[in-house]
């Protein structure tokens, strides 16, 4: 079967007929939020089992038409990846751990019995977007563009089994802070409900596992939360994550712990960075099982110290509170902390070229 796999193959450029006035898009960058307004390409790739991965291709941005019956729409074979692009300080462009969302979306696709993508393939769409599209780099400080690369099943059937043709995907978007809060720390509301059970999804990125997230996140913002925490399904004690963040705790001897990746966890590439840096750093990292009623007694008596969130969009977010049914506490003086503050500035001074890269995780792509 035909098949791209390496960084020869060569994309179909077709520009946008009427691309966005500079004076609309200069405004946008001075004030793009987080996912509201999208670059004038995108880039497509069709996998069929006759051909293989085929069509790739940069077009204008726009609507994509599908069949009614196309299996993404009734049996929800979808997948997707979020990470960034940066510009540094000599003006080059570069990317941050683009291999790991490329293994990452494979993995994925494994579990939703999906085709997987050559990793150079993946990585030479993200170039080919941000090629096209580097004129869209925010203006603001810490700005970002946000890329998203996805894959949809498009085959027109209705019946239970995997689809037998796909398309590829990624889109940009101009991106500034995530939480739109101005809080110093977040405040979570722990969920009756559970996003995801040991066997099921829950290690996958797919769309199901967010769209199931939706109505405890709803009753989060409800009560004056910023986020949703969710326990695990069996016993109901253990910290799993966030809405879509890893999490982590620091403790007063110097340690950090986060839950470990037990198959109803993504494995956020974010939180295995951070993991890197903090032992970079000679701290004991551990990854561990860790219950709400431990996260209460540990606050209330300072051997906790700081909590903090993580992921490719919000990056690392402090946690100053914790509510649920049975009352709330705060986390140290309910702020950022020192530790939190000293590990956001590590790695985000790596990814935008301001420090040295001891990991390599730093790709230039222009």
């Not at 940069?58 to 019956?69: K, M, N, W």
């Not at 890197?276 to 996260?295: C, M």
Request: proline share 7%; glycine share 10%.
């Amino acid at each position: 079967m035909a098949t791209l796999a390496d960084s020869a193959t060569r994309f179909a450029h077709t520009p946008h007929p009427a691309p966005t006035p500079a004076a609309v898009r200069d405004e946008v960058l001075a004030n793009p939020g987080f996912g509201l307004r999208f670059t004038d390409h995108m880039v497509s790739i069709d996998w069929s089992e006759e051909a293989g991965w085929h069509n790739p291709a940069v077009l204008p941005y726009g609507p994509i038409a599908l069949d009614p019956a196309a299996s993404v729409l009734h049996y929800a074979q979808e997948i997707f990846e979020g990470l960034k692009a940066y510009r540094h300080p000599d003006g080059s462009m570069a990317l941050f751990r683009p291999q790991a969302n490329a293994a990452r979306f494979n993995r994925s696709a494994r579990r939703l019995a999906m085709p997987e993508l050559p990793e150079e393939l993946f990585i030479q769409a993200i170039r080919e977007i941000v090629a096209a599209d580097k004129d869209w780099f925010p203006t603001v400080e810490g700005g970002s563009l946000y890329l998203r690369p996805f894959m949809i099943a498009t085959e027109a059937f209705l019946g239970v089994r995997a689809a037998k043709s796909y398309r590829f995907m990624v889109i940009a978007s101009p991106a500034g802070n995530y939480f739109k809060s101005g809080a110093p720390a977040v405040s979570l509301w722990v969920s009756d409900y559970t996003r995801a059970a040991p066997g099921g999804t829950g290690a996958a990125k797919c769309g199901g596992n967010y769209a199931a997230s939706l109505v405890p996140t709803a009753e989060a913002f409800a009560r004056g939360h910023d986020q949703v925490l969710f326990l695990d399904a069996a016993e109901r004690k253990w910290i799993e994550e966030l809405g879509g963040m890893n999490v982590f705790f620091a403790f007063a001897d110097g340690s950090l712990l986060t839950p470990a990746l037990s198959g109803t966890i993504l494995e956020g590439v974010t939180r295995d960075s951070l993991i890197a840096l903090a032992r970079d750093e000679g701290l004991t990292v551990r990854e561990d099982k860790y219950s709400l009623d431990q996260w209460r007694a540990d606050a209330a008596s300072g051997q906790l110290v700081e909590a903090f969130a993580c992921g490719t969009a919000a990056v690392v977010t402090p946690i100053g509170k914790v509510a649920g049914h049975d009352g709330e506490f705060t986390i140290g003086s309910g702020g950022p902390g020192q530790l939190t503050g000293k590990l956001k500035a590590r790695l985000t001074a790596i990814q935008r070229g301001e420090a040295p890269d001891p990991h390599g995780w730093v790709m230039r792509i222009g």
